[in-house]
């Protein structure tokens, strides 16, 4: 497993980043890793986010010593997301097989995470979204067909889309985490304008 870290920016000091600053201080060029895990450490919010494309072996999520953990998931969730063809999760011993789009959450406290493809040379793309949690909750899984769908935008404005929320409120529960998938239609070339934040959630 890979993991890098990413500091905070200061909202004066980014008003000045040209394109290339802007890039290297927010873009996850390449998130997924071929046969190991990817991930990106982010101060805020502690935030991280990864990926992996099993290839030839099974891949197990390790944990790596700036979580200061003997387990990833001891003091974390976690939220997978397979954008590529079918693979297989095992959740201290329990497999759940992951179609195009489906999710799984998994909960704190969970010992071991492994990440397979159903055939190779079609691979599952899992990406992978954790955050600090203060408590357990239980690892479910959730369908493309299950998630919340909300169609949006037009072909006019280029920007037609499907929000899929999977674990959101009242559908999956846990201790912070909440995570979607954007489907963008062809011909449309972005989600939300103008760029934004949040002053109440890391987005």
């Not at 990833?72 to 329990?94: A, H, P, S, T």
């Amino acid at each position: 497993m890979i993991m890098t870290t990413r500091d905070y920016s200061s909202q004066e000091d980014y008003a000045h980043y040209d394109t290339e600053r802007l890039r290297k201080e927010y873009l996850i060029e390449e998130p997924f890793g071929k046969d190991e895990i990817k991930l990106v450490y982010s101060y805020i919010d502690r935030i991280i986010a990864g990926g992996v494309i099993p290839l030839t072996k099974k891949v197990v999520l390790g944990v790596a010593p700036e979580l200061r953990a003997e387990h990833f998931l001891d003091r974390r969730e976690m939220g997978i997301i397979n954008i590529g063809e079918e693979g297989e999760v095992v959740v201290d011993g329990k497999a759940y097989t992951l179609k195009h789009f489906d999710c799984l959450y998994v909960g704190r406290g969970t010992k071991e995470v492994t990440f397979a493809s159903k055939n190779p040379q079609n691979p599952a793309k899992f990406y992978l979204n954790s955050a600090p949690a203060h408590r357990e909750c239980p690892t479910k899984f959730v369908s493309l067909a299950d998630a919340d769908h909300r169609h949006l935008g037009s072909k006019l404005e280029c920007n037609e889309r499907t929000i899929n929320r999977y674990i959101i409120p009242g559908r999956v529960e846990t201790c912070q985490l909440e995570m979607g998938l954007t489907h963008l239609e062809p011909g449309s070339v972005w989600n939300t304008m103008p760029c934004h934040t949040h002053a109440r959630r890391m987005e």
